[in-house]
């Protein structure tokens, strides 16, 4: 079992920042791919960024040059970045982390850190 726990949310203004961390443990397999998602209200969830254990990156269109990710694979701890924060951020964000530790594939999550944008 993996376990994932957020921090970093909260309440910024319009154009503010906030960084949010998501620190894993437990039976952590390796190569794999730690995100971030988010679910506003009323709304499915959607990716936001993720990185890969290599290094790749992969953003939402509504987020590049503005969000940025980075993981310490070396602390199994995947980072976000939010800069120029706009009202239509305000969600629910929670930590991924997915691959294969066998045949068949694995995925986790944490429990959600809230992001609100007030305008």
């Known amino acids: 079992q993996v376990q994932l726990v957020e921090s970093g949310g909260g309440l910024v203004q319009a154009g503010g920042s906030l960084r949010l961390s998501c620190a894993a443990s437990?039976?952590?397999?390796?190569?794999?791919?730690m995100g971030w998602y988010r679910q506003a209200p009323g709304k499915q969830r959607e990716l936001v960024a993720s990185r890969t254990s290599g290094g790749s990156t992969n953003y939402a269109d509504s987020v590049k040059g503005r969000f940025a990710i980075s993981r310490n694979n070396n602390k199994n701890t995947v980072y976000l970045q939010m800069n120029s924060l706009k009202p239509d951020d305000t969600a629910v964000y929670y930590c991924?982390?997915?691959?294969?530790?066998?045949?068949?594939?694995?995925?986790?999550w944490g429990q959600g850190t809230q992001v609100t944008v007030s305008s």
């Open positions: 437990g039976s952590i397999f390796s190569p794999n791919v």
């Open positions: 991924n982390l997915a691959g294969y530790p066998g045949r068949t594939p694995s995925e986790y």
